[in-house]
């Protein structure tokens, strides 16, 4: 099982939006809506932020979006803010019963 | 207070064995899949394996099947990930983590080296 394909950075000023794209294949992203997404601060613990494609979890800022189209999912953080500086991971399930993580993309808050 | 707590990891020779358990407390823990993921120094998370609430399914990756098996005792409301044939490259900081897919609640994570 090969890792999603996510680019390896990402960068917009405050209070601009950045999206992340996460590509799989019709094996995961493009045939299940379980797709998650992570952040995870270095040395931190990772921090569920979407899951299946769009819900976001109680506490989680509305300036963080889900989507996806065909074979790709993609991540919207909106209103950008210094914390948001970060790695981010999508997730899917998969159709051999388990799931893959995204190769990750460092965002930068310029 | 909800949480997870990791513990066991170390220092480990090419080919030994080692077993991580996770602590929950401050939630039903019999009521949630359960998922054990790694990350390697410097790289990604790589998902490893889940098992269901009542451990009836298990599911691994494919770089650790027949290697690792996971488990669990819901009276001690724990979770475990017995490792054998140890090779360099699964030396990682192991997380366990709640949930199926949006794993919702991690722990601190243990390291695991493996190393001659």
């Known amino acids: 099982q090969s890792a999603l394909t996510q680019p390896p950075s990402a960068s917009g000023s405050p209070g601009q939006s950045v999206t992340i794209s996460c590509t799989g294949t019709s094996s995961d992203v493009g045939t299940y809506n379980y797709v998650s997404w992570f952040q995870h601060h270095p040395g931190k613990v990772p921090k569920l932020m979407i899951y299946e494609i769009t819900k976001r979890p109680s506490g989680v800022p509305d300036r963080f979006s889900g989507s996806k189209s065909g074979n790709t999912a993609s991540l919207t953080v909106s209103g950008l803010q210094a914390e948001d500086e970060a790695d981010y991971y999508c997730s899917s399930y998969t159709a051999s019963n388990n799931f893959v993580f995204g190769t990750g993309t460092k965002v930068t808050v310029l | ?116």
């Open chain 2, 1 to 116: 207070e909800v949480q997870l707590v990791e513990s066991g990891g170390g220092l480990v020779q090419p080919g030994g064995s080692l077993r991580l358990s996770c602590a929950a407390s401050g939630f039903t823990f019999s009521s949630y899949w359960m998922t054990w993921v790694r990350q390697a120094p410097g790289k990604g998370l790589e998902w490893v394996a889940n098992i269901k609430p009542d451990g009836s399914a298990k599911n691994y990756v494919g770089s650790v099947k027949g290697r690792f098996t996971i488990s669990r005792d819901s009276a001690a409301n724990s979770l475990y990930l017995q490792m054998g044939s140890l090779r360099v490259e699964d030396t990682a900081v192991y997380y366990c983590a709640r949930g199926w897919g949006g794993f919702d609640l991690w722990g601190q994570g243990t390291l695991v080296t493996v190393s001659s």
